[in-house]
């Protein structure tokens, strides 16, 4: 799996802010795959995500397995730490692509869904020192033209965090 797209993320603040950059790029129908360990920042982007939207109340859907932003697009963001691979057809997750939502899933990969057209797939990682100092590496690819574009699009704006 090649992720042409590398940076590096020193605090909470800055994962705020990329999530910010990647909502001023993303569109109604993309759908954003977070992957990576408990405590890497997942929620933490898509609190960044969502205030590009100017929305401010994001929760993790650990419990609640979906939360629908009201924003323009709407958002819907989605936990599937909880599931088996098998319910994940259950989730309804074609519905709000085809409605015109940014799709936002936490603990999910592309191959989990080949319905999918549009989408980025963001890996979070970090190393036990990396822990403490609260860096991480965030890793990202695109699928679908407008994906590609957008993740260009965004790689312009936070280029200088290359790795």
């Not at 994940?88 to 999918?116: H, N, R």
Request: glycine residues 8%.
């Amino acid at each position: 799996m090649v992720f042409p797209y590398s940076y590096v993320v020193r605090s909470p603040k800055m994962m705020l802010h990329l999530g910010k950059e990647m909502g001023s790029v993303a569109f109604p129908g993309l759908v954003i795959y977070l992957d990576g360990e408990l405590g890497t920042g997942k929620t933490t982007l898509v609190r960044g995500i969502a205030a590009a939207f100017d929305w401010h109340e994001v929760r993790s859907p650990s419990f609640t397995l979906i939360n629908e932003y009201p924003t323009d697009p709407p958002i819907a963001h989605i936990d599937l730490y909880r599931l088996k691979e098998s319910e994940l057809a259950e989730m309804g997750i074609e519905e709000y692509i085809d409605s015109g939502y940014l799709v936002i899933i936490e603990w999910g990969k592309p191959e989990y869904f080949s319905f999918t057209t549009e989408w980025w797939h963001v890996m979070i990682l970090y190393d036990d020192d990396s822990v403490k100092s609260e860096h991480r590496m965030v890793k990202m690819r695109a699928s679908g033209v407008n994906a590609i574009e957008a993740l260009r699009r965004l790689n312009r704006k936070v280029s200088p965090w290359g790795a």
